[in-house]
RNA sequence: GCCCGAAUGGUGGAAUGGUAGACACGAAGGACUUAAAAUCCUUUGGCCAUUGCGGCUGUGUGGGUUCGAGUCCCACUUCGGGUACCA
């Protein structure tokens, strides 16, 4: 009987479904795991061979655990708001809303033909009022948080209103936009307004002006990681640099925490590295400078406070708001024409074009330590986001001072001995410091670091500095609180309405608060938000739900947030959701949440780590000191699968000819490559007849063979259409099958590992599949002996048992179905029952149809994904013999058998003893015989 | 520039410091077949010897630690990823 693949996974998919095979539930009696895929967002292409990869190997995962006897939540849906679903609506003319519906019921046919164990009862998705409903409340319980930096944790914001009842601002230790002081006096006598106005300077979610990414061809503005090197990750379009009035979280509150977090859970390190970049933290000292001949006083940031007496210039960045202060009138116009200079300059060409560029202020600021007369600059290559927007420059010590000193002829000072500034500064934080004031001389007062090392001048700058209150030690990060507000229409409105200018959150029993169906949706270059065409659905949002003594009044002409959330809303707390998805009265319940837990194993790619990473982690915190999740962190343990590049294939057409020449032979004539759809090659040989039917140009195309066939050449390209190199699960299914697809993709390397998709081997892996059928299949049924199996027979299944336990558990998949080969190229043809039961289950993970199939032949009750995974019995695999291998000086000559209780000195013995050491030995004196227990043998000559 | 990671046959890749190249693909030869497909068997890192069962060499380069290094340490080369005026 024939191993007919396509019958076999359709009447299993089938007969899943009928009997709800994957629903799950909580059950106290047993251990939740609970495996989590990155959810998609359905995009109009549909899944390539890459996508399915992380998805195989979690869903391996999650049946293996199932068999160990856990009970594993592993959930699925769809990430279908944002900008890529809406971009694909926009490019093909068609309302985001049908899109999204069409593109997700693809994902679904494509997913179902590959036999994943979804619970697809628990689906989620983020465009769903049912599911978006708790992106809006949490958005609002950020509202009415602030962070509270001295119990470390975001509290209500009436707290925050209690404190500065009794103490205004004084001793409040919280995270803030700006420095705030105020009196309980000054507190109460503010009206609602301005009240108002001061909380927003707290909220966890904030209405802010803020620098942000604005992207005009996307009409939007973008978060930092949804940018790159000045373009936008999606569409690659120019960003500019603009401030502009935004929804934003107060993601930099929680620096420390994220980072800390870090060090409990089970990621990789190049990945908690990635995140720790981002975070970027860094211990300085913020140091105050007064300006000459005003009252001016001014804050910098530096980590090298060390270098205090190397400064020979300050600068400020352009946006700062002492640039108007410290500006003289004689250098007025000068700072004007560079400003508006800067202005002009797009993030793109800031970044590609790095000159040189500044402008003096015409101000002095006065070094706090040596009293002298410092120049104030003013320049773009200082940011205005980070640390206070000035700095102290020490062109001996930091390259992008010495190439503003260079350019403007500023004096260098070098602080450490022996130093070489004469071509370039002196970065390094090490060698003995120099150069500071001594006693006697002009400037000195009472501080020198001459003689100490780099670090020990630091501590003590900080010290000395703290002292005499100068400054104070800061943390910084690098870390930005994230912009939520997008121009956009596909995305989740916010529940805000605003009265006298003053955004008020919607009562909860109004949420969720749904998207208007709209038929003109596309963004604006000006940043209009689509959402203004629909003023009766704000009007009649805001009369519905907002109550009579708050109610608005008339003037306001958008009463509604107009603006949508980005897309990481919808999938900051999506892996909740899932615990409990159609619970209507909170985002999760208490008692789903305290069973679920956390994710045990999330499975995806890196290119989260700065984004959706980041995000999940901030939200999953801040419910947690809400109180509304019981773990702090969310993901337990992460694994990254990689990316699966293309595999492209050429054929060579001689020049001005539609001749096509094979690649062995292409040397002797003037060619040009030309791409190839990989799915007309097979094994680098392309079929003929089908390319003459490919393109009609190659209609009458005519070849030059080498041994009858057209062998293509290759190369690893990205994944894209336009490379005819993307390969669709569906037809490697629809081939192979999906059983034989899962255990490819599994074959072809490590998880972790970036490959090309190349379908070369399958066939391997296809053939492994058909022995294990045909050993047991007989005419038109199955045959199975019920002979006892022998000795060798149970070593063999016993390895296997061992080895496959550790690799799955060590996510080592690609050796977990080599060793499934090796061993049934052992067994040979054995179709024993007492073996196959247990290999049947051992394959279930990997190759679940087939293995339902063999497992109903066997006769076996209900399914194989209710078995119970074999353990390893390790007395089968106890050996008589020991086989050591004999090395003379590190260099293995042979091997012996000894028995397995073998003394050294037995060992020693009978190797010297032998006739082939004798050879090696050749009579020279034996300097020492190293034994490694149950390996090898090693006689040093 | 800075921070990670990698480098092993024609290919994908194995190898707790212990016989490098498992497993698979491809290739070559053979069996079965009228033929093809499918299946099975043999060989397959390189060099030398193959009328001798063998020998030498070999994991990007150069050094080191070790009885023994693909694996650990130092320096370098190349490639991939992240990040970028973050003071």
New binding site residues.
Partial sequence: MEYNFRAIEQKWQEEWKKRGTYTVREDAARPKYYVLDMFPYPSGAGLHVGHPLGYIASDIVSRYKRLQGFNVLHPMGYDSYGLPAEQYAIQTGQHPAVTTAKNIARYREQLDKIGFCYDWDREVRTCEPGYYHWTQWAFCKMFNSYYDHASEKARPIDDLIDYFEKNGSEGLNAAQSDKLTFTAAEWKAMDTAAQQKVLMNYRIAYLGDMMVNWCPKLGTVLA??E???GLSIRGGFPVEQKVMRQWCLRVSAYAQRLLDGLDRIDW???LK??Q???I?R?E?TEMVFSVKDSDVKFT?????AD?IFGVTFM?L?PESELVPLLTTSAQKQAVEDYLTAVKKRT?RE??SD????GVFSGSYAINPLTGEAIPVWI????????????????PAH????Y?FAKHFSLPIIPLIEGCDVSEESF?AKEGTVTNSPVAGKQGFKGFSLNGLTVKEAIAATKKFVSEQKLGQVKV???L?DAIFSRQRYWGEPFPVYYKEGVPYMLPEECLPLELPEIKNFKPTETGEPPLGHALSWAWDTVNNCVTENTKIDNKTVFPLELNTMPGFAGSSAYYLRYMDPHNEKSLVSKQANGYWQDVDLYVGG??H??GHLIYSRFWNKFLFDLGFVCQDEPFKKLVNQG?IQGRSNFVYRIKDTNTFVSLGLKKDYDVTPIHVDVNIVS???LDTEAFRNWNPEYKTAEFILE?G?YVCGWAVEKMSKSMFNVVNPDNVVDRYGADTLRLYEM????LE????W?T?????????L??FW?NCASGEGFSFSDEAPTAEELKCLHKLIKKLTFDIDHF?F??A??????C??EL?KCNKRAIYHDLTILLTPFAPHLCEEIWQAMGEEGSVCDASWPQCNESFLVESAV?Y?I?F?????F?MDFPVDATNEQIQAQVLGSEGAKKWIEGKPI??V?I?P???V?V?I
């Fill in positions: 930092n990681d940018v790159s090197e990789t390190d190049s590295e990635t720790r970049n981002w970027g860094s300085g910098i940031f530096t980590t090298r270098t600068v960045a993030e800031r970044i790095r000159r040189v560029t320049s773009d290559y200082v940011l205005a986001g980070y640390g206070t927007g000035a700095i102290m420059a020490v930091d390259s992008r001072d190439a970065d910084n990060y690098r930005r890196t290119e780590a700065t990316m094994n680098d040989v041994d066939k074959f072809l390397g490590p590992a970036s490959k090309p190349d070369n081997g399958i066939d391997g892996v296809h053939r492994f058909k022995k045909s080592s690609n050796t179905v080599s060793a499934f080969m090796i049934l190229n040979g086989t291998s090395s000086n590190g260099k293995t000559r091997t300097r020492k190293v490694v149950k390996k090898i090693n040093v």
